[in-house]
């Protein structure tokens, strides 16, 4: 795809100064700029490479004034960085705006598609599964029976959507997610064996969520587990049965939350945190990575470490931990001072 500056000014409501009629068609930062590449400048500590970029376009805030000549067509907006932002959502709107179905694929007669949907090749649409508009399905995703999803939603290649799932609207999930599948649930016998607990829940996931590749979300052993509006997962995270993850949460890469844990509204969760199940986490709570948490946790409480505790309280108790070697020898030499003086 190629875009003129005119038509790009256009967009963002800038101003041209160069050649309106340059065409770009990639992005680049502005000091691997090359011609035919659109770039942009909103800090100043990367300002020396406006004069160096080979970059056809670049986006500059409204107030910059060159120092000297550049080579580059400007287009002034008023702020950079935000209308760059506003550019990558445009240009990744219309990349990803297939249209039609590929084959070979699959869709029960008892489905049902809403308009301007795109159906990747090898694409498995199980019975009575409901979709809505402007959903783009990418190839080999799989879509099991009585799934309902809403409008505008995006399912990326090898994602798999087992049965009785629920999606809202504008979600976002990327490839190799796995929505719906089995709790852990076993039981043992008196031989030691276990023997599975049938999961009969389902998925519920609320509108406007995104979830990483490579996640999964467990279906319920009873009733759902329920990823509400707006969370957004990372990469590479383990959510378990019957979990529910409040409002507007963020959880980053690499973390695991056991069965039925509740976690409240805009809460945010770092990297290889691990939860443990039946607990309770309040509304705005932090969670830094690598944290390990085993007790409930309070609205607005900012925890670190494993078992995780105060934020705060952390923190000055690293700054022991990391000289534990040298308290551990002067307490040695007060030791051996004390045995000398009383012989």
Same mark, same amino acid.
């Given at each position: 795809?190629?875009?003129?500056?005119?038509?790009?000014?256009?967009?963002?409501?800038?101003?041209?100064?160069?050649?309106?009629?340059?065409? *770009? @068609?990639?992005?680049?930062?502005?000091?691997?700029?090359?011609?035919?590449?659109?770039?942009?400048?909103?800090?100043?500590?990367?300002?020396?490479?406006?004069?160096?970029?080979? $970059?056809?376009?670049?986006?500059?805030?409204?107030?910059?004034?060159?120092?000297?000549?550049?080579?580059?067509?400007?287009?002034? *907006?008023?702020?950079?960085? &935000? $209308?760059?932002?506003?550019?990558?959502?445009?240009?990744?709107?219309?990349?990803?705006?297939?249209?039609?179905?590929?084959?070979?694929?699959?869709?029960?007669?008892?489905? @049902?598609?809403?308009?301007?949907?795109?159906?990747?090749?090898? $694409?498995?649409?199980?019975?009575?599964?409901?979709?809505?508009?402007?959903?783009?399905?990418?190839?080999?995703?799989?879509?099991?029976?009585?799934?309902?999803?809403?409008?505008?939603?995006?399912?990326?290649?090898?994602?798999?959507?087992?049965?009785?799932?629920?999606?809202?609207?504008?979600?976002?999930?990327?490839?190799?997610?796995?929505?719906? @599948?089995?709790? +852990?649930? +076993? *039981?043992?016998?008196?031989?030691?064996?276990?023997?599975?607990?049938?999961?009969?829940?389902?998925?519920?996931?609320?509108?406007?969520?995104?979830?990483?590749?490579?996640?999964?979300?467990?279906?319920?052993?009873?009733?759902?587990?329920?990823?509400?509006?707006?969370?957004?997962?990372?990469?590479?995270?383990?959510?378990?049965?019957?979990?529910?993850?409040?409002?507007?949460?963020?959880?980053?890469?690499?973390?695991?939350?056991?069965?039925?844990?509740?976690?409240?509204? %805009?809460?945010?969760?770092?990297?290889?945190?691990?939860?443990?199940?039946?607990?309770?986490?309040? %509304?705005?709570?932090?969670?830094?990575?690598?944290?390990?948490?085993?007790?409930?946790?309070?609205?607005?409480?900012?925890?670190?470490?494993?078992?995780?505790?105060?934020?705060?309280?952390?923190?000055?108790?690293?700054?022991?931990?990391?000289?534990?070697?040298?308290?551990?020898?002067?307490?040695?030499?007060?030791?051996?001072?004390? %045995?000398?003086?009383? &012989?």
């Amino acid at each position: 795809m190629k875009f003129k500056a005119k038509q790009i000014a256009e967009i963002l409501d800038g101003e041209i100064l160069g050649n309106p009629e340059v065409e *770009v @068609s990639k992005l680049s930062k502005i000091e691997e700029g090359e011609s035919g590449s659109l770039t942009f400048l909103s800090n100043s500590k990367y300002q020396s490479f406006l004069y160096t970029t080979q $970059a056809s376009i670049t986006i500059v805030n409204k107030d910059f004034q060159p120092e000297k000549e550049v080579a580059t067509t400007l287009i002034k *907006v008023k702020d950079a960085y &935000k $209308a760059f932002s506003k550019l990558l959502e445009f240009y990744n709107q219309v990349k990803n705006n297939k249209l039609g179905r590929e084959t070979p694929h699959h869709i029960a007669a008892s489905a @049902s598609i809403g308009e301007e949907e795109y159906i990747g090749a090898y $694409a498995y649409i199980g019975e009575n599964v409901t979709i809505g508009k402007n959903v783009k399905i990418f190839p080999s995703t799989y879509i099991g029976d009585n799934v309902t999803i809403g409008d505008n939603c995006i399912l990326y290649s090898g994602v798999k959507i087992y049965s009785e799932s629920q999606i809202g609207s504008n979600c976002k999930i990327h490839s190799g997610c796995i929505i719906g @599948s089995d709790g +852990f649930g +076993f *039981v043992p016998n008196e031989k030691g064996e276990y023997k599975a607990v049938p999961q009969i829940g389902n998925v519920i996931i609320e509108n406007n969520v995104d979830i990483g590749s490579n996640s999964t979300i467990d279906r319920a052993t009873l009733g759902s587990t329920i990823i509400r509006e707006g969370v957004k997962l990372d990469n590479q995270i383990q959510i378990a049965h019957n979990v529910e993850i409040g409002k507007h949460t963020v959880i980053a890469s690499q973390t695991g939350i056991a069965g039925s844990t509740k976690i409240g509204e %805009n809460c945010m969760i770092g990297g290889q945190v691990g939860i443990v199940g039946h607990i309770t986490i309040g %509304n705005n709570v932090k969670i830094q990575a690598q944290s390990g948490i085993g007790r409930s946790l309070k609205d607005d409480e900012v925890v670190q470490g494993s078992p995780a505790f105060g934020y705060n309280d952390y923190n000055k108790s690293y700054v022991y931990f990391k000289k534990l070697p040298d308290l551990a020898k002067s307490i040695h030499k007060i030791e051996k001072d004390l %045995n000398t003086q009383t &012989k």
